[in-house]
């Protein structure tokens, strides 16, 4: 008997559906929102950026095509920014860094690993930092020079 009152029912409000859902327009994130990029494994919290403002194909691509040029040759990039947690045992970092434009990477939370020749004692979570990463044979970025930054904590 219930199936009886449901069908009509069903078959009539599923083409409107269907139309409702061709007709909309995509979603999108509003420019301000935080995207998730990961999870936290650490406790430095979860990995998110945010939509920087847009720009025309052409610009960005003269761009990315300058920064390749004023980093061509070179394998290390040099950055700032305050240690969220150091993982000695694992030889690691988390990092919470300035944009670093020598290899095109906005502002963001990343974990990298640490070269062994390098001292992480005078490195505590919460100290400002000024680091040098270089690229791996595999793409990977690890930390080759780490000190505290003027100022400290």
Request: proline share 12%; charged share 15%; glycine share 10%.
């Amino acid at each position: 008997m219930i199936a009886r009152l449901y069908r009509p029912l069903v078959m009539g409000l599923l083409p409107v559906a269907l139309i409702a859902c061709m007709n909309s327009p995509p979603t999108s994130a509003e420019p301000s929102a935080a995207v998730p990029l990961g999870i936290d494994l650490g406790g430095s919290g979860p990995v998110v950026a945010t939509a920087a403002p847009a720009a025309s194909e052409p610009a960005r691509s003269l761009r990315r095509d300058q920064m390749q040029m004023s980093h061509e040759g070179h394998n290390d990039a040099h950055g700032t920014g305050t240690v969220n947690a150091v993982d000695p045992a694992q030889h690691k970092v988390n990092v919470s860094h300035a944009p670093i434009p020598e290899i095109g990477w906005p502002a963001m939370t990343m974990e990298f690993p640490v070269s062994p020749s390098v001292d992480l004692s005078s490195i505590k979570p919460g100290t400002r930092v000024n680091f040098t990463i270089e690229q791996q044979p595999g793409g990977m970025y690890e930390i080759r020079a780490i000190a505290p930054a003027g100022g400290g904590r």
